[in-house]
């Protein structure tokens, strides 16, 4: 059974605070993902990464960056917190070609 | 601009009948589609998929149709129950984008008993 854990649930943070999301997936996934989820937009993807120290922008990577240095483990830097990056975050991850992704549990990030 | 539109934002349906989720996408490259469940305070979970080679794909009590003309999906609940309470997203992905999925905004399904 494929496992996706997040570090934190919930996390309260002040703007300018620099941001640590760790996502960790325990079945060996070549693929792992970020996504933002808000209100009426769905989930957007942040980055993306295929591989150990690979990464690649999604659609709204401004303000993050990311660091894949095992290949278990994912992390999104929020390298100066900023309220408009107060959202849900969602990690996932997939097996090679796979289309079906795995979803974390998600951390709610709350930036004042 | 999203590509992937589900206009429904909430849907109420009764125990035990039908509960029908629709799903609208721009980009013609688009050739997969998903379906993910999500309960609160959860991450998504996979449902159900189609490949644009398909035009319907069941599993169970749910079916997914897929109008290729018209970049138009639907999901299909039946009987719908309690437990299927959740938001439901959409997804798309084409062949130019290597595992990388468009999300619709998801539609909150109330079942009512």
């Known amino acids: 059974d494929v496992k996706v854990t997040q570090s934190s649930r919930y996390l309260v943070k002040r703007t300018g605070e620099k941001v640590f999301l760790e996502c960790v997936q325990d079945?060996?996934?070549?693929?792992m993902f970020w996504y933002r989820q808000d209100p009426g937009l769905g989930l957007r993807l942040i980055y993306f990464s295929y591989d150990v120290k690979m990464k690649e922008k999604g659609d709204i990577p401004e303000g993050y960056s990311v660091s894949r240095e095992k290949k278990e483990r994912f992390s999104l830097i929020l390298e100066s917190a900023s309220t408009n990056q107060t959202s849900m975050y969602l990690c996932?991850?997939?097996?090679?070609?796979?289309?079906?992704?795995?979803f974390g549990p998600g951390t709610r990030l709350l930036v004042l | 601009d999203q590509q992937v539109k589900q206009n429904s934002p909430s849907l109420s349906v009764q125990e035990g009948r039908i509960s029908i989720l629709n799903c609208d996408y721009t980009?013609?490259?688009?050739?997969?589609f998903l379906w993910y469940k999500k309960y609160p305070a959860e991450g998504p979970t996979f449902l159900i998929s189609?490949?644009?080679?398909?035009d319907k794909n069941e599993d169970g009590r749910f079916t997914v149709f897929l109008n290729k003309s018209a970049k138009h999906l639907s999901l299909h609940i039946v009987p719908s129950q309690p437990g299927d309470s959740a938001v439901y997203f959409c997804a798309a992905s084409g062949a130019d984008s290597w595992g990388k999925f468009q999300f619709g905004a998801g539609t909150q399904v109330v079942v009512t008993p």
């Open positions: 980009n013609s490259m688009f050739d997969y």
């Open positions: 189609i490949s644009s080679i398909k």
């Open positions: 996932a991850s997939t097996l090679g070609t796979g289309k079906t992704q795995y």
């Open positions: 079945m060996d996934h070549e693929n």
